[in-house]
């Protein structure tokens, strides 16, 4: 592991280091384990982002396709009324 010198304001860092102590972890320990939480929650947002772009996108395909046979369904359903006369 390599070591990091990180600056933060003294009240956040009285704050980790008593949920540090609630945790039973050391200082370092707490704050890997909070930025590695943190990194996941960003890689699943951004899941979740694309995941939502492609089912937008699947909605706008289904519903051009459905546009585009509407005129088809219509012709062939007059065909058919018209084949049973």
Do not use: H
């Not at 540090?20 to 200082?27: E, H």
């Not at 943190?38 to 706008?60: D, K, P, W």
Request: with cysteine; hydrophobic share 45%; net charge negative.
């Amino acid at each position: 592991m390599e070591r990091v010198m990180l600056t933060m304001p003294e009240n956040l860092l009285a704050e980790v280091d008593r949920a540090a102590r609630r945790c039973k972890q050391k200082r370092s320990e707490f704050v890997r384990v909070a930025l590695q939480e943190y990194l996941e929650q960003l890689r699943q947002a951004e899941f979740e982002a694309l995941l939502a772009e492609g089912y937008r996108e699947m909605a706008g395909a289904a519903t051009q396709l459905i546009e585009e046979s509407l005129p088809l369904q219509a012709e062939a359903a007059r065909g058919s009324w018209a084949n049973n006369e």
